[in-house]
């Protein structure tokens, strides 16, 4: 049933999209001085290298982070906060060129305070164990906890954390269509559980007719527990039949007032940075409850 291995997807145009949110969410609860639990329901390997492997072969990154450096070199300016974003992508490289790409849990594992915690979930059999190799390799291991256990189903045991701050990043690889399902009745569980956490969903926009129905079934979720929301989407082209991942979207419940603003300025840069042909456009919208 695990087909799927993060590696193809490293540096893509939705991995962009998501770490780059990702980011600015940590550092804006990190202007509070208390503690921080984050959970990583979907982890993957934690990093990757761009130089050999399945991301050598896919070379998705080639149509998002490295077209990104490309258009900046090429003297176009890029805005603060994807300057941020890169930043912590290059820093994982050892020289000038990026061999490197982080994952979540690795730019999380970065960020990492020292009151501060990580809880990473991941089920492939192969990619746990690189997970564990990778992240026992850093200085902040003990601070980061990894279970080999459906993050769907144990998600709701960990909320609310004990400093009742949390931010969580629910990445599925949508492999299995249930996903979705699960995906709406861990937000259910974890809102039920802890309204005031902070929650970001990554998607991919397919043909199918679970992706097209999320962000509604998300919206509705989020009201009905009477939280905002902020719903983000990014295309890069715009090519019916091609089966490459032409867009994908983010879907955040309880967004700091910051977010808007920084998409705002960061998406309309991403779509002239990466787009192809004509068909890239963004989505922004939120709603306050
Ligand atoms: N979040 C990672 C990043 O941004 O670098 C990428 C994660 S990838 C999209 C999704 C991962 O979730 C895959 O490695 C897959 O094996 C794992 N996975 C799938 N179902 C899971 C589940 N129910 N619980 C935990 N991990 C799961």
């Not at 329901?41 to 990757?48: C, K, L, Q």
């Not at 761009?50 to 176009?76: C, H, M, P, Q, T």
């Not at 999320?214 to 089966?243: C, F, M, Q, Y």
Request: charged share 25%; net charge positive.
């Amino acid at each position: 049933m695990f087909s799927y291995r993060h590696a193809f997807h490293a540096g893509s145009h939705a991995d962009i999209l998501k770490h780059l949110t990702l980011i600015h969410l940590v550092e804006y609860l990190q202007e509070k001085p208390g503690a921080l639990t984050i959970v990583d329901t979907h982890a993957g390997a934690g990093v990757y290298s761009l130089k050999d492997g399945f991301a050598a072969v896919s070379k998705e990154a080639e149509g998002g982070i490295i077209r990104l450096l490309k258009f900046i070199k090429d003297g176009n300016s890029i805005p603060e906060g994807v300057q941020r974003y890169l930043d912590l992508i290059q820093a994982e490289s050892s020289g000038n060129a990026l061999d490197t790409y982080p994952g979540s849990p690795f730019i999380l594992a970065r960020l990492l305070r020292p009151q501060d915690r990580l809880k990473l979930f991941e089920l492939h059999p192969k990619e746990i164990d690189i997970l564990r190799h990778n992240i026992g390799q850093l200085k902040q291991a003990k601070q980061i906890d990894v279970y080999a256990e459906d993050s769907f189903a144990r998600l709701k045991g960990l909320l609310p954390p004990p400093s009742r701050r949390g931010l969580v990043l629910i990445d599925p690889s949508y492999e299995d269509k249930q996903d979705y399902r699960y995906l709406e009745t861990a937000m259910e569980e974890a809102l039920q559980r802890f309204a005031t956490g902070c929650y970001a969903i990554w998607y991919p926009i397919l043909s199918r007719r679970e992706s097209a129905a999320l962000p509604d079934r998300l919206k509705k979720i989020a009201s009905s527990h009477k939280r905002s929301w902020l719903h983000t989407e990014l295309r890069v082209e715009n090519a019916p039949g091609e089966r490459r991942l032409q867009a994908s979207g983010m879907f955040i419940i309880n967004p700091p007032w910051t977010l808007e603003k920084q998409l705002a300025e960061a998406l309309p840069v991403l779509t002239k940075a990466l787009g192809i042909g004509g068909g890239a456009q963004f989505l922004l919208k939120s709603f306050e409850a």
